[in-house]
């Protein structure tokens, strides 16, 4: 895992370092929890619209994409510590965080919806407009069904797989700290209820 330093004071190129090996464990679990809660809020909004569809009287007049988050999963490569021959004894050398591979070759990779906004970033005409809308749909399954609290939001990757996302959550909780990373913007999820249209998902299954 990499980070991007300030510009060199006697160039105006940036340096681009890796982490330490502490703050590469820490970060990289990071990252592999935020993609293991985003699962599990998307598996919650499938559960939802499952259940929404068994219990109402007609089948929905659109299609439902199915999507979900790459498997994920986290390799540590440790050394033993210097100075001591104590075979079970080492350190955190580099932490490595191994996604699924996502087929471009077949599928286009698309950003669906930022973390600056709730809007679609695809145009209407796009191909694959519809999962974005249905994209937006989901973070307001998310922020109802969880008393406004959370929604995931940067979504993107392909018609049915999902990587790197952000999960908002609101400023109040814990204190105000981004307890899933950095792309939690405080701003955006205060303002999610002014900045999303509901579409024709959100009205299918009485979202209010």
Known sequence: MYRRRSKNTDSNSSAVTRYSYADEYALTVQEANLLYWASSLMGFTYSFINHFITNAPVEPPFNIPQLRFVHAGVAVVHDQVSGTNVANVSSIH???LLEE?????NEDFLKFI???NALPLLPPSHPLYQIAEFLCFTQHVQYFKTDRAVFLSDLQG???LLTDPQIMTSPEI?????IFGEGNVGKVFKEFP????CNDYCEWFKLP
């Not at 591979?101 to 070759?105: A, G, R």
């Open 94 to 96: 580099r932490t490595y």
């Open 101 to 105: 591979l996502i087929d471009t070759e």
């Open 114 to 116: 930022h973390n600056g």
């Open 158 to 160: 392909t018609k049915t």
């Open 174 to 178: 814990a204190g105000g700290n981004n």
């Open 194 to 197: 002014e900045q999303h249209a």
